[in-house]
Each structure stands twice: as C-alpha cells, then as structure tokens.
C-alpha cells in the first residue's frame, strides 16, 4: 500500500467553525508533513513530524493545531479560520525524516472558508 | 534565506516538441528532487539527484544537477499530452534537516 489518505476531499466552513483534516498512511512511514497550497503556487510547509513529534513549524498561526496521534495517522484541527485561508492542504509521509527521502502526497482537502 | 527559482514559469508547446524547465538555487543545496502535479491532482514524486554533475534518465525525461549543486534541469522529449502539468523541483534548506524548498514551478501544456 504506497497511497496516503486524506478526509474530506472539500470542506466549506464558517470563520467561527471548527474542524479537523485527517491525513492517513499504512507504508510505514516515520515523517509526515502538512503544506498549504494557493492556486498556480507550490506547495508551502506548515508543519512536519518526525516519529510522531513536532519537529518544524513554519511560524503557522496558532488557528492552525497539528496533532499525531499515532505513527499512521496526522490531523490538522482548524479553529477561526480566515478567508485567506481557503487552499488546497496537502499532506505527505517519507519513509524517514530529512531531505534524503521522497515525500508521497494524499490527494489533498480542498478548504474553502466563508 | 534560500530561495529556489525556476524557469519558465510557464511553457506551451506542440506535442511532439522538447521541453525543458530549469531550477536554480541561491544555495548549495544537498540534493534535489522533481515532482510533477497534473492540473486538480496532487504532487507525485518524479526523482531525486544527489551527486555533482548527475544526469538520470526515465524514459523521455532527463534530469540534471549541476556541477556546483546549486542548479537543475529537467528535459521532456517528444512531449505528449500526458507531459501536461507543473513541474517542480524541490532542495533542503540549508539550515533545515527535515525540510525541503519547492520551486515555484513550470507549468506545461502541449498542444495536440
């Protein structure tokens, strides 16, 4: 299994709403990573986890939570979010942390906030 | 900090046509890696050089990493319409482990 997971593929919520991206892998993988990513830009880095500890964070705003529950599993709880925030997240998993290692994507969240 | 650039930012081309997309670094970077997004789709790994001077090849693609370790490109020939979409390569921040910086990508289309 070389597929990573992500749920639900488009969310529509409200600046005062709350909600949770969900990011799943079964390779085995030791690092997982959260971009954002505006239309026509590359991806940007939010945050990284290696073997379930948070090991960078791109100065997100803190309306942005990561959490890893376990060595599969990444979420991304969302709280006040802003307009400016509406982007396709994608995350991604490597086998280990660092640079060496290819990062496969999930197919991403389409997150449109109103 | 580092920056990595890449050019064109797009490219359109006739199917049948060459294609190449080159990235540059304002660093040395430790290595580099190519991804490829169709449009709507999500990132997909394409390949990764590491050594001065390497040149890999997968079919009609051939990848390059310059000599100084600070530039690459990739070259398409004999584009096809599933050469569609944006191209970007990707090289660790020099003061990060764990982190690698995308290019800003060259996106393609080809002309059937």
């Known amino acids: 299994d070389t597929e990573v997971t992500q749920t639900p593929k488009h969310l529509v919520m409200g600046m005062t709403n709350k909600k949770s991206l969900k990011c799943e892998q079964h390779m085995g993988h030791r690092a997982m990573y959260w971009y954002k990513q505006k239309a026509k830009k590359p991806p940007e880095l939010m945050f990284v986890?290696?073997?379930?500890?948070?090991?960078i964070n791109e100065s997100v705003p803190s309306r942005f939570s990561p959490e890893c529950p376990n060595s599969s599993l990444l979420n991304l709880h969302l709280h006040a979010l802003q307009p400016e925030d509406s982007a396709l997240y994608l995350c991604a998993s490597s086998q280990e942390p660092g640079t060496a290692y290819e990062q496969y994507f999930g197919p991403g969240t389409r997150l449109t906030v109103t | 900090g580092q920056q990595v650039m890449q050019i064109p930012q797009y490219q359109h081309v006739q199917e049948g046509e060459d294609f190449t997309t080159y990235c540059n670094s304002s660093?040395?970077?430790?290595?580099i890696q190519w991804y490829k997004q169709r449009p709507g789709g999500h990132p997909v790994f394409l390949i990764q050089l590491v050594k001065s001077g390497e040149v890999k090849k997968q079919k009609r693609l051939t990848f390059q990493f310059g000599e100084a370790k600070k530039n690459s490109s990739l070259h398409i020939t004999a584009t096809q319409t599933t050469d569609v979409g944006t191209y970007f390569c990707?090289?660790?921040?020099?003061?990060?482990?764990?982190?690698?910086?995308f290019g800003p990508g060259t996106s393609l289309s080809v002309i059937p």
């Open positions: 990707a090289g660790r921040r020099e003061t990060s482990y764990d982190k690698v910086i």
């Open positions: 986890y290696s073997y379930e500890k948070l090991s």
């Open positions: 660093t040395t970077l430790s290595n």
